[in-house]
């Protein structure tokens, strides 16, 4: 059997994560029985940079309103960005709509199983693609976000941190897989949520970990990270905070508005204001109609 550069054996970690996972895994609506692979698709695209207790209501409103991507596909752009509320990074909801409108006109409105298939899907990206592959049709391929390569830096590798991703974490992850395509599937959620639950990244709860023993982290005696320290988001005064600020007045509007109604949305500094409404005018998120006033995309 293969063993990781610590000399933790790969499949010591499955035999203890895979039966920890199903008995101790969050009772989430998206990984309930039934749930489709558009239904998880929707809630991989809303978990993104976004924690769950967030997530768990809008997800829930999205299925009984678009049950199928057709259903969402025919929406108009706005009223997805309506529905998203205040998600954040909004962009998210345009990618998976148009998402949506490319899986009903090209898969008979059913997300596709390869990985491949997935990343051809518009706004699909590697993360994602292998989710979906995994959590909704229980394909053995690794998934890898940062509560995993955490996970694997400590218990693999013996370090605080995973440090800048690189092109050896799918590799990392994937050696820990069980042979078995539903093992594999289990193992990559266990590790999601060891990772999120248990082995955080500030104050991790080492005493509950089903892995303590057979950490390199703790075997070495947990050494501090002493690589690039990350620098701690801020909202606050960020063009961010001022994009949504903007957006939520065209959000809350029942049509187009007139610009002195953006502009009192963000007072501090009209410069800011200007640039940022010109990157929501780039991405697609705002138009300017003939006349001057401002919509979500779509709107007249």
Avoid at 132 to 155: E, H, I, K, L, S
Avoid at 179 to 191: K, V
């Amino acid at each position: 059997m293969a063993t990781t550069t610590a000399g933790t054996s790969p499949g010591t970690l499955a035999d203890v994560l895979v039966p920890w996972f199903r008995a101790h895994a969050l009772d989430l609506p998206w990984r309930r029985p039934g749930t489709t692979a558009w239904g998880v698709l929707v809630s991989e695209i809303m978990l993104q940079q976004t924690p769950v207790a967030r997530v768990e209501g809008p997800w829930r409103e999205w299925l009984e309103r678009w049950p199928r991507p057709s259903a969402m596909g025919a929406a108009p752009a706005a009223d997805v960005l309506r529905a998203w509320g205040r998600l954040g990074y909004p962009r998210r909801a345009l990618r998976l709509h148009a998402a949506a409108q490319a899986v009903a006109a090209e898969h008979g409105d059913v997300v596709p199983a390869d990985v491949a298939t997935l990343e051809s899907l518009p706004g699909i990206g590697t993360y994602t693609a292998r989710a979906v592959a995994a959590f909704a049709y229980g394909r053995r391929v690794p998934v890898v976000d940062t509560n995993v390569r955490r996970v694997v830096a400590r218990a693999v590798h013996g370090q605080a941190e995973a440090g800048a991703a690189a092109t050896r974490d799918l590799a990392d992850v994937e050696v820990l897989l069980p042979g078995d395509d539903a093992d594999a599937a289990t193992m990559s959620a266990a590790l999601m949520e060891l990772g999120a639950t248990v082995c955080v990244a500030r104050g991790p709860r080492c005493a509950d970990c089903p892995v303590l023993a057979h950490c390199a982290w703790q075997r070495r005696g947990r050494p501090a990270w002493d690589g690039p320290v990350r620098r701690a988001q801020t909202w606050a005064g960020t063009d961010r905070q001022v994009r949504g600020r903007l957006l939520a007045v065209l959000r809350d509007a029942t049509g187009p508005v007139p610009a002195p109604e953006l502009d009192a949305a963000w007072l501090t500094d009209p410069a800011q204001r200007a640039r940022c409404l010109d990157s929501l005018l780039v991405d697609g998120l705002v138009e300017q109609l003939a006349d001057g006033r401002f919509a979500l995309p779509g709107e007249t």
